[in-house]
């Protein structure tokens, strides 16, 4: 609480040290044209984003990613068709799929009961 209560009157001193502040002349007509600079100065995109806006506005590029997307994707789903699954014995979903009764299903449990408030 102390170093609170320190630190909140160093604050304040500071503020009122820099109430007193003024910018230099010139530097509010300076600030806009200084900042369109800058702005206009910096490139818009990476170097990388300029290349696939390029390639993107060719025709064939857009075919030839959509194709090659949709190959991944269909390749994708032929091999987790095609992968073999072999449930483990002490999966529940085994159990339950092995025996169509519901003696697979344990029963034994007890529902939670909480205490009382």
Same mark, same amino acid.
């Given at each position: 609480?102390?170093?609170?209560?320190? %630190?909140?009157?160093?604050?304040?001193?500071?503020?009122?040290?820099?109430?007193?502040?003024?910018?230099?002349?010139?530097?509010?007509?300076?600030?806009?044209?200084?900042?369109?600079?800058?702005?206009? %100065?910096?490139? @818009?995109?990476?170097?990388?984003? @300029?290349?696939?806006?390029?390639?993107?506005?060719?025709?064939?590029?857009?075919?030839?990613?959509? %194709? /090659?997307?949709?190959?991944?994707? /269909? /390749?994708?789903?032929?091999?987790?068709?095609?992968?073999?699954?072999?449930?483990?014995?002490?999966?529940?979903?085994?159990?339950?799929? @092995? @025996?169509?009764?519901?003696?697979?299903?344990?029963?034994?449990?007890?529902?939670? %009961?909480?205490?009382?408030?």
């Amino acid at each position: 609480m102390q170093q609170e209560q320190e %630190s909140f009157e160093s604050l304040q001193r500071l503020l009122a040290l820099k109430r007193h502040e003024t910018p230099p002349p010139r530097f509010l007509d300076d600030l806009a044209s200084r900042t369109l600079r800058k702005i206009e %100065s910096t490139p @818009a995109t990476s170097a990388w984003e @300029a290349w696939l806006d390029r390639m993107f506005a060719y025709r064939w590029f857009q075919t030839a990613a959509a %194709s /090659g997307m949709a190959l991944l994707v /269909g /390749g994708l789903v032929v091999t987790a068709l095609m992968a073999p699954h072999e449930p483990s014995e002490t999966s529940a979903t085994a159990n339950l799929l @092995a @025996a169509p009764n519901s003696s697979a299903i344990n029963t034994s449990l007890k529902p939670l %009961s909480l205490p009382p408030q």
